[in-house]
Antibody, heavy 122, light 108 residues
Framework: QVQLVQSGAEVKQPGASVKVSCKASGFTFTSYAIHWVRQAPGQRLEWMGWINPDNGNTKYSQNFQGRVTITRDTSASTAYLELSSLRSEDTAIYYC???????????????WGQGTMVTVSS | EIVLTQSPATLSLSPGERATLSCGTSQSVSGSYLAWYQQKPGLAPRLLIYDASSRATGIPDRFSGSGSGTDFTLTISRLEPEDFAMYYCQQYGSSPFTFGPGTKVDIK
C-alpha cells in the first residue's frame, strides 16, 4: 500500500545535527514532492520545506535560517531531513508527507509518515 | 507569512450533532488553497479537505468544507464516535505553508 515509513526516535545534544529518513513505497517516488513538517509539544504544525525527488530541487522555510537540508536517494526511494545546530526548542515530532499533486508542488499533504520523535537535551 | 486562527479552541458536542469549525487567515488565500486535517492522539494528521471544499480520497461525505478569501469553515454534519479528534486548517496559497492552532472536538 501507499506509505511513508520514517526512521526511529533520536536523542541529541544541543549544537548537534540530526538526520531523519523517510522511505516511500506503493507509489512512484519521483512523481510527488516530499515535505517535512514538525510538531513541537503543545505547538501548531510547522512546515519546514520540500524536495522534488525527480530533480532534487528544494524549497525551505525561512524560519529555519539555513539550518535545514532536505535530500533524497532515488535508488532507495528515500527522502532525508537534516537539521543542524539543534536547540531545545527543536524537540518535536518530525513528519514527512507526500504532496497531494502529481508532478506539480501544491502544498497539501495526502500521505504522512508515522513521525519521528527528536529530543534535544543535554 | 499568513497567520491562521481557528475557533473555537474546543467544541464539546454529542454524537449525532453537527460540528462547525472556523478558520481565519491574516491575508486572503490565493486560489482557495486551504486544507483541513484531522489528528488523533499519537497519530499523524489525515487530509480531509483540500482546495477549501474538495474531499480527499476515502473521506466520508459528512465532512464538508467551504469558504474563500480569509474565512473558511469545516462542517461535520453528524458526528460519529471516531470524529472526536483535533482538527487543523492549513493554507498552501503562499510560502511558507502555515497551519492554524487547531480545534479540539470532544465528547460532551
Amino acid at each position: 500500500q501507499v506509505q511513508l515509513v520514517q526512521s526511529g526516535a533520536e536523542v541529541k545534544q544541543p549544537g548537534a545535527s540530526v538526520k531523519v529518513s523517510c522511505k516511500a513505497s506503493g507509489f512512484t517516488f519521483t512523481s510527488y514532492a516530499i515535505h517535512w513538517v514538525r510538531q513541537a509539544p503543545g505547538q501548531r504544525l510547522e512546515w519546514m520545506g520540500w524536495i522534488n525527488p525527480d530533480n532534487g530541487n528544494t524549497k525551505y522555510s525561512q524560519n529555519f535560517q539555513g539550518r535545514v537540508t532536505i535530500t533524497r536517494d532515488t535508488s532507495a526511494s528515500t527522502a532525508y531531513l537534516e537539521l543542524s545546530s539543534l536547540r531545545s526548542e527543536d524537540t518535536a515530532i518530525y513528519y514527512c508527507a507526500r504532496d497531494s499533486s502529481v508532478v506539480v508542488v501544491i502544498g497539501a499533504f495526502d500521505i504522512w509518515g508515522q513521525g519521528t520523535m527528536v529530543t534535544v537535551s543535554s | 507569512e499568513i497567520v491562521l486562527t481557528q475557533s473555537p479552541a474546543t467544541l464539546s458536542l454529542s454524537p449525532g450533532e453537527r460540528a462547525t469549525l472556523s478558520c481565519g487567515t491574516s491575508q486572503s488565500v490565493s486560489g482557495s488553497y486551504l486544507a483541513w486535517y484531522q489528528q488523533k492522539p499519537g497519530l499523524a494528521p489525515r487530509l480531509l479537505i483540500y482546495d477549501a471544499s474538495s474531499r480527499a480520497t476515502g473521506i466520508p461525505d459528512r465532512f464538508s468544507g467551504s469558504g474563500s478569501g480569509t474565512d473558511f469553515t469545516l462542517t461535520i454534519s453528524r458526528l460519529e464516535p471516531e470524529d472526536f479528534a483535533m482538527y487543523y486548517c492549513q493554507q498552501y496559497g503562499s510560502s511558507p505553508f502555515t497551519f492554524g492552532p487547531g480545534t479540539k472536538v470532544d465528547i460532551k
